[in-house]
């Protein structure tokens, strides 16, 4: 059954993400593209441009739209794939609700655990890597159609670095250099 | 009140673009200034646990901040309330999308702005990277989960998993040693 499968993977990315959105982009891209194939890369990518425009978490943002697009792309209707949104978006978001009320409600005790300061401090470097194989994963010819497409990402890549640009900015001048070159 | 605790954060959920680190001070506005629920050093603390407990910041900053207003309860409210307003305009946006991917322009755009997306990923990994002042060996670590994942296909949880372990266990190893110099 596709929403206990739904429920099931976003549970599990949701329990795993740490470092944030970036870090849970390469969860949701290993369970939803290359394990389950729900969705293709270059819709992935998409997905991420939209959820980067649009107002609240990146993470929250994507769980949503996958899980409306995972039914979608199987055919079922629109209410179906409002489910789909739901169950997603309710499942990336349990884990954490329920860790961190427990966090919550033992919070002095937890401050002082050297166990826990240890793993957070040893997992960093992982998520850095985990970003990058995200990164990675997308630099394939499905996203990068020519060399244009570098081009773009270099420019992209000096305006998010050095010039600090808004990111929302730097996604909407993307898309018009896009209009500009291939239509 | 639980009227109030919900807008706040509805507000929280609906007005940051651009993920976690972009809701902070509309966070600690609406939480800390205005309605005096938490105090800001409390507000400090709880930050430093959102960060570190597994999820998205935003999410668990109100997860927190919801309990230490009005219980679970509480809790729960301040969830519904910045989960929402990003769920139902993205419900909008995709119900709509689905209909205009195949349009000749909005394709085209699409095709530029996707090599622009994986620079956006890249750029706070190269930024993470930095703030975090990699020795080699945590560097090693980093390209190591990278190979792993990206180019012979590991889950990432597996990733996550084996990293726990070891950092555990060099913390145990430290302990061990530790506690055996004080009895010497």
Partial sequence: M????????FFLIGMFTVGGGMAMISL????????????????????????????????????TYIGYSVIHNLGYAKPLCILGSFTATFAVVLPSFLIVLWIAILFTKFKKNIWFKSILSGLRPAVIGLI???????????????????????????????????PILIIILGGIAGILIYS | MYWKIFTSFAKIGAFTI???????PLIEREVVTKNHWIDSDEFLDMLAVAQSAPGLL?????????????????????TIGSVLPSFIFILLVAAFFTNFRDNKIVASAFKGIRPVIVALIV?????????????????????AALILISFLG??????????????????????YKQSKKNIK
Avoid: C
């Fill in chain 1, 2 to 9: 596709i929403f206990f499968q739904l429920f099931y993977t």
């Fill in chain 2, 154 to 175: 590991v889950s990432p949880i597996w990733v996550l998993l084996a990293t726990a372990l070891g950092a555990v266990s060099i913390t145990w190893y430290k302990g």
């Fill in chain 2, 58 to 78: 935003a999410v668990n900053i109100s997860i927190f901040a919801g309990y230490k207003i009005k219980g679970v309860k509480g809790s729960i409210i301040a």
């Fill in chain 2, 18 to 24: 651009g993920g976690g680190y972009a809701m902070i």
């Fill in chain 1, 132 to 166: 990058g194989a995200a990164a990675v994963i997308l630099m394939n010819p499905e996203n990068f159609i020519e060399w244009k497409s570098w081009v773009l990402f270099g420019l992209a890549f000096i305006s998010a670095k050095w010039i600090k640009a808004n």
């Fill in chain 1, 28 to 63: 949701i891209q290993h369970q939803v593209v290359v394990q389950h194939q729900w969705i293709s890369m270059n819709g992935f990518t998409d997905i991420i441009a939209i959820s980067q425009m649009s107002p609240g978490p990146i993470g929250v943002n994507s769980a």
């Fill in chain 2, 123 to 143: 750029v706070p990994m190269i930024n993470m990277a930095i703030r975090s002042k990699l020795t080699w060996f945590t560097a090693s670590i980093a390209i």
